[in-house]
Nanobody, 116 residues
Framework: QVQLVESGGGLVQAGGSLRLSCVAS????????MGWYRQAPGKQRELVAA???????NYVDSVKGRFTISRDNAKNTVYLQMHDLKPEDTAVYYC??????????WGQGTQVTVSS
């Protein structure tokens, strides 16, 4: 199994920046893809950014050009660097990992709040 521990959330004004971190432990060699999801109140959880084991990335359209996902395999850590934050980015952000078998693991979530 995999354990995911997130950090870096907080309150920031529109236009500001935050960096989220997620450290994986446990069966880390079984991890294939990692990513960040978010869920705002009353909204469906959505994929924000994903990164494969080889470093290929993709993003939801609303964050392209503002967010960057990166992965440090040596540190078993995935990051989400967020710039030019907007109020609509306010959500609980969840780290996600998928192992080779297809099983999914989730972090506890970290709150990101962007004020106008």
């Amino acid at each position: 199994q995999v354990q995911l521990v997130e950090s870096g959330g907080g309150l920031v004004q529109a236009g500001g920046s935050l960096r989220l971190s997620c450290v994986a432990s446990g069966s880390i060699f079984g991890i294939n893809d990692m990513g960040w999801y978010r869920q705002a109140p009353g909204k469906q959880r959505e994929l924000v950014a994903a990164c494969t084991r080889g470093g290929s990335t993709n993003y939801v359209d609303s964050v392209k050009g503002r967010f960057t996902i990166s992965r440090d395999n040596a540190k078993n850590t995935v990051y989400l660097q967020m710039h030019d934050l907007k109020p609509e980015d306010t959500a609980v952000y969840y780290c996600h990992a998928r192992i080779w078998s297809g099983d999914d693991y989730w972090g506890q979530g970290t709150q990101v709040t962007v004020s106008s």
